[in-house]
């Protein structure tokens, strides 16, 4: 999975070109990435006004990415229960976005580990976990600010993650980064222009949606570069890792408990969102940019392919 390290600076020794044409150089596509860092980037802390008392009458979430959207269940459920729903909600993302973030930066920091330390492509990998922590600070800044619980996953989740992050190979690792990346970001970039929607919350989707389209483009050079390069027992391993971790993330995507704190039948919920069509139409919506790419980089394959249409994501 990785290299002896050198005292070279990483640059490509050949071109390499998959199904989306030729490969551009790591060195630079970091050293773009870097420059783009050092103009938009944002401390959360200073940038955002959270002093601000909340707004009465405001969504936490727009309320067509709630889950119980246009269900019986909601068509039932007062205005303040539903904004209160939506409230809940934004916390156990918030919560999930902590911990998929914390994975990620022990992945980057298991990836650059062998590489060249002065290389572009390392300090860029740097650079993107210093994004993550800030990140993770913001959320947690915002689920207190909205005064809703964390909503940590489950414990057999929490230790799938434990096992992907020790074995997980290099292309599998940004698999799964794109894949809790990108249909984040898809809802938060509904999320941040929406006037219907709580201030504080829009400050953080804004914020996350400009620094995570750079994290996109890092992982996905990546793992066009990966999937073209790596032995073909890794590249099945990942088309089916990615698959599974599909299938858990989307399980994950919302805890059950929210709805208990907002005096519903969790059972009853859980039922509804998962007969739901919009809630399908949704989840499909948001992962199609990156199943659409997956699949061109060869990625939606086989077994790998079955389990990301039984996640649900893949339609």
Known sequence: MTSAPTAMTETDTEVLRDALGLLKDRE?????????SAK?????DTELDWDAPLEDGKWFWPPELVSLYDTPLWRRMSLEQQQDLSRHEA??????GIWFEIILMQLLVRHIYDKPVTSAHVRYALTEIADECRHSKMFARMIQKGGAPAY?????NHNLARVLKTVSTTPGSFAC????EEILDWMQRLTFPDE????IVRGVTRIHVVEEARHVRYAREELRRQMVT???WERELTRISSGEAARVFSIAFVNPDVYAHVGLDKREAVAQVKASGHRREVMQSGARRLTDFLDEIGVL???????WRSSGLLA
């Open 40 to 44: 938009h980037s944002f401390d959360p």
């Open 177 to 180: 980064t794109l894949l809790g």
């Open 301 to 307: 394959r086989g077994m790998g392919r079955r389990l």
């Open 91 to 96: 916390a156990s993302l918030a919560s999930l």
């Open 28 to 36: 630079q596509v970091a050293e773009r990435l870097l420059d783009s």
């Open 152 to 156: 940590p996953v489950s414990r057999l």
């Open 196 to 199: 219907r929607v709580q201030s």
């Open 230 to 232: 790596a032995p073909r």
